[in-house]
């Protein structure tokens, strides 16, 4: 049973409403662009050498491409996860070990690939 109150703000039995689904999409749609632009770099590169590869990741706008779609899928992939785990692991305690385990595992994959492309577009 619902109050009036949680129908007009859409919340549901957790009281996050719509907010991950919303999330979700926006960095689906987000992830759409990146994923273009880099495979199009990636074809840019086919038969390159080390480089000619350095020197276009070293490039402001490449660099800044490649850090958006590196938050972009990380935070996408950081929802995806922690929605199924929430679905299908009903253990309070192994549930929020679960998403502790998934937070830190996104964000070690996004603190990797960010202090890499950084690595090489500032010539470090």
Not at 95 to 110: D, E, P, Q, Y
Request: aromatic residues 8%; glycine residues 8%.
């Amino acid at each position: 049973m619902r109050t009036p109150l949680g129908r007009i703000r859409g919340l549901g039995a957790a009281h996050g409403g719509s907010e991950h689904f919303w999330w979700q999409r926006l960095t689906a749609l987000a992830n759409i662009p990146l994923t273009l632009a880099l495979v199009i770099i990636a074809v840019d590169l086919v038969g390159a050498d080390y480089e000619t590869a350095r020197a276009l990741v070293a490039r402001p706008l490449v660099a800044i491409i490649l850090m958006l779609l590196v938050l972009s899928v990380t935070f996408h992939m950081r929802i995806g996860m922690q929605v199924i785990i929430e679905d299908y692991f009903h253990a309070p305690l192994f549930r929020i070990v679960k998403l502790m385990g998934n937070t830190c595992f996104s964000i070690a994959v996004a603190v990797g690939c960010l202090y890499a492309i950084l690595k090489i577009s500032l010539g470090g």
